[in-house]
């Protein structure tokens, strides 16, 4: 990783977390929102929940202390902050996410798309969406956002080529340009 922050990044850590200029809160680089049901009780302490949908749907074993008490029960639906496969906590603002998920998803589908893979891994660079929303929100510039990405490309994909910088600002103009839901966490 190179030792420079990237533009519209105060403080970054080799921890998968960065706090985007403008903003106090950290941002873990690798988490998810994803749609979660809860399938039933699993071993003590446990519940079984099944988090996404269709080829992407996994089970996991989620600590009964991270799924609030009236979400406990079968069958009950909620959206989990996942990180890899582990429900970190439930988001109290999930549908908004999921929106704001969509959207940003689509761009960097369409537009960014530095590994190619897009169109067969419709959820790859969702990892990295809470940060660019911190950005997008915190007001950060389209250059600001742009080395952002390239930063993403360069530090955590560690790819040897990455996109043009007019690219880049095209991706930073079209996200800035989403009418986003407003929510407090990220």
Same mark, same amino acid.
């Given at each position: 990783?190179?030792?420079?922050? %990237?533009?519209?990044?105060?403080?970054?850590?080799?921890?998968?977390?960065?706090? %985007?200029?403008?903003?106090?809160?950290? *941002?873990?680089?690798?988490?998810?929102?994803?749609?979660? =049901?809860?399938?039933?009780?699993?071993?003590?302490?446990?519940?079984? *929940?099944?988090?996404?949908?269709?080829?992407?749907?996994?089970?996991?074993? #989620?600590?009964?202390?991270?799924?609030?008490?009236?979400?406990?029960?079968?069958?009950?639906?909620?959206?989990?902050?996942?990180?890899?496969?582990?429900?970190?906590?439930?988001?109290?603002?999930?549908?908004?996410?999921?929106?704001?998920?969509?959207?940003?998803?689509?761009?960097?589908?369409?537009?960014?798309?530095?590994?190619? =893979?897009?169109?067969? *891994?419709?959820?790859?660079?969702?990892?990295?969406? #809470?940060?660019?929303?911190?950005? *997008?929100?915190?007001? #950060?510039?389209?250059?600001?956002? #742009?080395?952002?990405?390239?930063?993403?490309?360069?530090?955590?994909?560690?790819?040897?080529?990455?996109?043009?910088?007019?690219?880049?600002?095209?991706?930073?103009?079209?996200?800035?340009?989403?009418?986003?839901?407003?929510?407090?966490?990220?």
């Amino acid at each position: 990783m190179s030792s420079a922050l %990237p533009i519209g990044v105060e403080r970054w850590d080799r921890e998968h977390t960065w706090t %985007p200029v403008g903003t106090e809160q950290e *941002v873990t680089v690798s988490i998810r929102r994803i749609e979660s =049901v809860v399938i039933g009780p699993g071993a003590k302490g446990l519940l079984k *929940v099944s988090v996404g949908s269709g080829e992407n749907r996994f089970v996991v074993d #989620a600590p009964t202390e991270r799924i609030p008490p009236h979400l406990r029960v079968p069958n009950a639906r909620f959206v989990s902050v996942v990180e890899g496969r582990t429900i970190v906590r439930v988001d109290p603002s999930g549908d908004a996410w999921l929106k704001i998920q969509d959207l940003m998803r689509a761009v960097l589908n369409r537009e960014w798309v530095p590994i190619g =893979v897009a169109d067969m *891994v419709d959820d790859e660079y969702d990892g990295y969406i #809470a940060a660019l929303y911190a950005s *997008v929100r915190g007001h #950060a510039t389209e250059s600001q956002i #742009a080395a952002q990405l390239k930063s993403i490309e360069v530090d955590w994909m560690e790819l040897p080529l990455v996109s043009k910088k007019e690219k880049l600002l095209c991706v930073a103009r079209q996200l800035r340009a989403l009418d986003l839901p407003s929510v407090d966490d990220t």
